[in-house]
């Protein structure tokens, strides 16, 4: 239910001396990039898919300083007035020079023209040039968001022809004011770093796709996947350089297994643990704010603040439901009617939360169609659609039918009134309709999450632990009765980092947590009946069955003539 930090204890207090070694290996592909961009002149862009925030651009600068080491010496550039009007470029020592070319990088999260390429100031006679960003990262390496470009066209075009051409020209920013004076272009040697997520970077392909074809391309990894005790150093080595780095006290040896657990929370599984910098910086800060150190009390509390500051609109769900407002029952039975759970991301809110939802099936006789009253609605999505077609794919498949099933069903979340997508409540759709067509009715003690193959195999989705504690508050809410609990696949193990109530409540035996791989197995937990047996007919497949063989029935024709007295007598 949660990660196993027990067996990494001895990672916790572990150093790792060699940094750079960090460095590639919790960075591979990034630093191979940056080492190309350093060893090969012609090649001097480098697209990088990440964050476009500080965090993200001052941790590749700092792997660009690890790799590149060259030693060349530092120069530098002064534009002399000469008699007549004549201005020109000599070289001067590094200490001298106003326009210095030396290794070393530079970056900004959003940077406008002039601060980019400096500006010359004053009247012709009296003028000061004033370098930019670009100056200061000549000899070295310049690292930008692909938006801030994106936003600033001209800018982009700018930099881009000084960049290709390897010079930099004073051009003025106002048609109509030219340059107090015509200076000499200024040599530029600049490795240009250009990072954007992949929206960002699809767009910036599609205006400049032969520039980038010369482009080297990377990725940062925002994922580190833990096997043994060294994985875990290195990772709780990078965790106290950022802490060193942002002039933060050590973690104490009791943070590292709830550091770890929220880790694993954010990233979905067990296994992986965030390289987001973003996110180190905020648990580290947030713990440190709330006790002046970084511990296991100080970030539990840090947690539990954050988590009760964003909790308003979920505490208001849970009062609709407790007030009956939203319906929904965590006891007794129901003939086609389920658990489903729900993950709801609203927007401007700064974290997701999960949430049950009651859908309903019914049945009658029909054409086979099993209606999608969401998709009937236009409220269902395509992949919510998808999903409803395997499961009639599958119930079809499973009764091994000769002719067109007899009934036709239809399915509904209800109360829901935006839009329903995804296939995680299509194993919850499926367990409905087994219902409605065998007559037996499902525990409303237990909700359902998971995806469903034309084989009737279980699949893993997405937002497990939100969906869990909030099927677990409600239970909680109402008082648990030790019968309550979810049903999830057994693939979606891996990705439980569950709060400590849910895990307190499990380990009573208040609460419980199901693990399946096949649909059947699921119908049996919610409906007490097998889904096939070999022994008799009371399993599901056989009443489901038993119901289509008495609807196909021909109706007896009615007698006529003096054979009607038979009825009479028949009937009496």
């Given amino acids: ?32 990039a940056l080492a190309y961009l350093v060893c090969k002149p012609h090649s001097p862009v480098l697209i990088i898919r990440s964050q476009e925030n500080s965090d993200y651009l001052s941790c590749i600068a700092q792997a660009y300083l690890s790799v590149d080491g060259s030693a060349q010496g530092s120069r530098g550039w002064n534009y002399r007035a000469q008699p007549g009007g004549q201005v020109t470029l000599t070289p001067a020592p590094a200490d001298t020079a106003t326009f210095r070319q030396q290794p070393g990088v530079r970056y900004a999260e959003w940077i406008e023209s002039a601060q980019l390429f400096g500006v010359v100031r004053g009247t012709p006679g009296h003028w000061t040039p004033e370098p930019g960003l670009l100056h200061e990262a000549n000899g070295g390496a310049l690292i930008l968001s692909v938006r801030t470009l994106l936003a600033q066209p001209l800018m982009w075009l700018r930099l881009k022809t000084f960049i290709s051409r390897g010079y930099f020209e004073w051009l003025s920013p106002d048609d109509k004011r030219p340059l107090p004076a015509s200076l000499p272009a200024i040599p530029l040697n600049v490795k240009l770093i250009l990072c954007g997520d992949r929206d960002a970077l699809a767009e910036f392909s599609e205006q400049e796709p032969e520039f980038l074809e010369d482009a080297l391309y990377s990725e940062f990894e925002s994922q580190w996947r833990v096997n043994d005790d060294e994985d875990m150093a290195r990772w709780c080595e990078w965790v106290r350089d950022m802490a060193s780095g942002l002039g933060l006290p050590a973690l104490s040896e009791d943070a ?43 970030l539990q509390g840090a947690l539990e603040e954050s988590q009760w ?3 308003y609109l979920p505490e208001r769900m849970l009062e609709e439901i407790s007030e009956e407002q939203v319906l929904i029952e965590t006891e007794g039975e129901a003939i086609g009617q389920v658990n489903g759970l729900s993950v709801l991301d609203f927007p401007g809110h700064p974290r997701p939360w999960g949430e049950p939802s009651r859908i309903t099936c019914v049945v009658h006789y029909g054409d086979g169609e099993v209606m999608d009253i969401e998709r009937k609605a236009e409220l269902g999505g395509n992949l919510h659609a998808k999903g409803m077609m395997i499961i009639q794919a599958y119930l079809i498949s499973e009764l091994e039918l000769e ?49 469903v193959d034309q084989f009737g195999n279980v699949q893993p989705v997405g937002g497990l632990n939100e969906k869990i504690e909030g099927f677990f508050a409600v239970c909680a809410q109402r008082k648990l009765t030790g019968e309550q609990g979810v049903i999830i696949p057994q693939n979606n193990v891996r990705h439980l980092s569950l709060s400590q109530d849910v895990v307190d409540a499990v380990k009573a035996g208040q609460f419980h947590l199901w693990a399946i791989d096949r649909a059947d197995e699921a119908v049996a937990i919610l409906t007490g009946k097998e889904w096939r047996t070999d022994e008799d007919n009371d399993d599901l497949l056989s009443l489901i069955q038993e119901r289509i063989a008495r609807a196909t029935l021909p109706e007896p024709r009615p007698r006529t003539g003096l054979l009607r007295w038979l009825n009479w007598f028949n009937q009496n």
């Fill in 1 to 32: 239910m949660q990660p196993n930090t027990s067996r990494y204890q001895s990672a916790f207090t572990q150093s790792v001396s060699d940094e750079d070694d960090i460095l590639s290996s919790l960075q591979p592909r990034l630093m191979n």
């Fill in 256 to 298: 590292w297994p709830l550091l770890i657990m929220e880790g694993c929370r954010y990233t979905g599984d067990q296994t992986l643990l965030p390289q987001c910098p973003r996110w180190v910086r905020r648990q580290l800060t947030a713990a440190f704010t709330y006790g002046g150190d970084i511990t296991a009390q100080s």
């Fill in 309 to 311: 500051r964003e909790s």
């Fill in 403 to 451: 002719q067109q099933l007899p009934f036709s069903a239809s399915m509904v979340f209800e109360q829901s009134y935006s839009e329903v997508d995804g296939d995680s409540a299509s194993l919850a759709e499926l367990c409905a309709l087994i219902s409605a067509l065998s007559r037996q009715p499902i525990s409303q003690s237990i909700a359902v999450t998971g995806s």
